[in-house]
């Protein structure tokens, strides 16, 4: 199913989650909400549910305007981060649940819980209670349950935050085979940025209730279109270098030295900017254009990480070990096309 | 040291439960006593014979099985209306929103430290115009709905999370369906609790029942009972036997049910 | 608190949503408006209204006539006296006993069910009924006085005394207490399985005598339940009634001598026919019962503030 949101807005008393959020999501697509917590992704999704009406704007499931249509009319499956099992069912009832309100009968109920069942592979499971089961099979029955009256639409709010660190790896790829496999059309909220990267179709970036970028995963992280972007993507946080351009040339705060960079050819004489490189886009080069003192060096195997110091202003880049870098040497970098960027000091656009 | 100070706390407890029990274990044995037995001096510790001529004796000058059968109607009845009143309510007040939801339910908390003494003054007077006087429904009416046991359902229902109802309702869940179908099941630990006090209270009521019903057919056990002393030919043993049947149930709902009864003192105190 | 209050505005609600809660509330309501809310507000009026008349039925003015009527009756100030002290001694030696056998109970021993349940059961049953073996155990002739007279003890007139009612004070406080001394018990008994174990483990480990650890540790970490059982005891103290009632076969003391508030509106009502007077009485102990409960209120307050400092 396509959904189409259209300039959709919602305003508690004088404060606005979400503002103008348009965005088209394709049949089949699975698209990742991002944004820091607070940032609207959540009421966005509860818009999508239908648990919240929007105070502004429309939605559209295909042709059908559900912008006001109650929750249960719209067909549509939710997985809570905290699961929200009921405690006194077992796993086959829960599965069973959302069949038993649409008055499917009892047979039929039982037939597609258990054929949910083993896509999710819960199937082993049907006649324990949630208490009994871990975190990750909870999860799944949690996802077997939105799944079982095949909803237009499959929303996902947090679901892998109460998982530990091995077994949200293992969930995120499970939830993309089955999005896969049932071809539904998912809405996946989160505030992992590694997540969100790693399971999507598509991202859409959100701040304080606004889209900041709505792209293909690898797009936002190399080419963010503002500094929020190029800031919230990345690990270790890219690295941002205040300073002004003069004549073409990049003036580090706290440095006399001139960077000649092609990236500064079309910004004005006197803008203060940001600087913005990825630790993974140094290049040490004799004669490069960036001098740097090297500060601490960190062996983290095949590289190193160095935290160098430019100006006023502390970066870190991961260096080939061959290279060799000493705490407390000087040297001279150069940076590869791929990230690097220069946005605006103060509103933070991009600028080249 | 330790075990001298274990022995004092076992001593202490054995004799304080011995003073603790003593009313019981007098009241069962004299039940069982003959005349001479009941009355002798020294007193004798235990009946001759187990014989039930007591409580035969009893039941034969005072109605105690209509008594008895009236207390079990009223206690079933009145149980099971204010469960649902209570269940209904409480549910209101915890997932339902309508405004001033806050301020009445604050308003009805402040509500239940009205004594019951204070209020019976009017409903007195409210069963006479109603015209139900000296009946059933007298016993009933007003303990078909109570704030104390609404404000243990409802602390109970506020601790279900908001997901698990959003859950309900876009899986097509009314209400209705999710009160009965997630919220009451879930409930069932304090549900128990609220019914087993409200048992207790409605069984152990002695003061309304005085007020308003003044004929045999429709007495509970604790009104009954103390008709029956104070009227001519009862014997204290009888009266014993009496007092048994009146007391017995109630210590046997106990021993099955006492973790739920004194987790649900502890948590609310009880009504009255 | 103001995210909640603006959420309750927010979320989806359907057109029968919106009456929804009120038919809820319709069952609930309909006997909290006949029989509680209305006898209140009756209850206040009726006070107010003096100078009955027999021809008319009806009550001619309003004013303080019955509660001057109620004040200068000696009867009432009697039930008052006699409900004060028996407040005054049923809490404290209630509450003390309660600490002891609470801290007992609580300390993990075998047998520790059989104990509690022993200790529970007066809260379980009926306080007339029990309230029977007690009269008869209070008999001149009864097994208390014969186990006193084993001590060297004369037979003590409790139920009988002619003198001032001492004795029937006596019967009654002692019976009050053995019936109010479970829910004090278990009241403090989960006041003291809220204490975090490791405060008396480090006192321990200071080598703390137990005695020492009881009163400097557990009784002031127990200090706000103490405050509510004492308050909680105080207000259904003041109601004593049902326990008077077997003990002197229906009486209030042998010799009409043991007035209680709550007895005193019972004959106000019911012998005298005086709704006005029963009312103001009522009103009376209310105001006391008000004003306890507002203590306890302050206090919680204070406990909560100062548990979330620390």
Known sequence: MRVVLDHVTKKFDDFTAVSEFSATLEDGELVCLLGPSGCGKSTLLNMLSGILPPTGGQIFFDKDNVTNMPPEKRGVGLVFQNYALYPHMTVLDNICFPLETQHVPKPERIERANEIAKLVHVDTLMQRRPGELSGGQQQRVAIARALVKNPRLLLLDEPLSNLDARLRLEMREEIRRIQQRTKVTAVFVTHDQEEALAISDRVILMKAGVVQQNDLPQRLYDEPCNQFVANFLGNPPINNIPGTVHGHLFFADGTDEGISLPLFQNIADGKRVNLSIRAEAFIPEENGPIPAHVERVFTMGKEELAIMTLGDTEFRAYIDTEVGLVNGQNTRLNVRRRGVFVFDLESGAKLA | ?????????????????????????????????????????????????????????????????????????????????????????????????????????????????????????????????????????????PFTSSIFYTYILKNFFDTVPDSLYWSARIDGSSNWNYLWKVMVPMARPSLTTVILLNALASWNSFMWPMYVIATDTYRTLPWGLQVFTTEAGSNPEQQMAASTVVVLPMIILFLFARKYIVGGVARGGLKG | MKKQSAENDVVYRSKFEVIEPYLYLLPFFLGVAVFTLYPVVNVVLMSFKQDYSMLTRGFSSWGLGNYVKTLNDPNFWQAIRNTLKYVLLVVPISLALSLVIANFLNQKLKGSAIFQSIFFLPMVTSVTAVGLAWKFMFNNRGVINYLLGLVGVKAIPWLRSAQGGAYNMTALVIFGIWNILPFTIILLLSGLQNIDPQYRIAAKVDAASSLRIFFRITVPLLAPTIFLVCIVNTISCFKVFSELYPLFGGNPGSMGNLYTVVYYIRTSMMQYQDYGVASAAALILFLFIFVFTMLQQGIRKITARRSVRT
């Open chain 2, 1 to 141: 040291m330790r075990k001298l100070s274990r022995v004092f706390t076992y001593l202490f407890l054995t004799v304080t439960g011995i003073i603790m029990f003593f009313p019981f274990f007098w009241m069962f044995m004299s039940a069982f006593k003959t005349s001479a037995e009941v009355t002798a001096s020294p007193p004798v510790w235990l009946p001759s014979s187990f014989s039930l001529v007591n409580f035969q004796l009893a039941f034969q000058k005072a109605p105690f099985l209509r008594y008895f059968l009236n207390s079990i109607i009223v206690m079933v009845s009145s149980v099971t209306v204010t469960t649902v009143t209570s269940i209904l309510a409480a549910f209101a007040f915890s997932r339902l929103r309508f405004p001033g939801r806050q301020t009445l339910f604050t308003l009805l908390l402040s509500m239940m430290m009205l004594p019951f003494e204070m209020l019976i003054i009017t409903n007195y007077r409210t069963v006479i115009d109603l015209g139900i006087y000296d009946s059933m429904w007298a016993l009933v009416l």
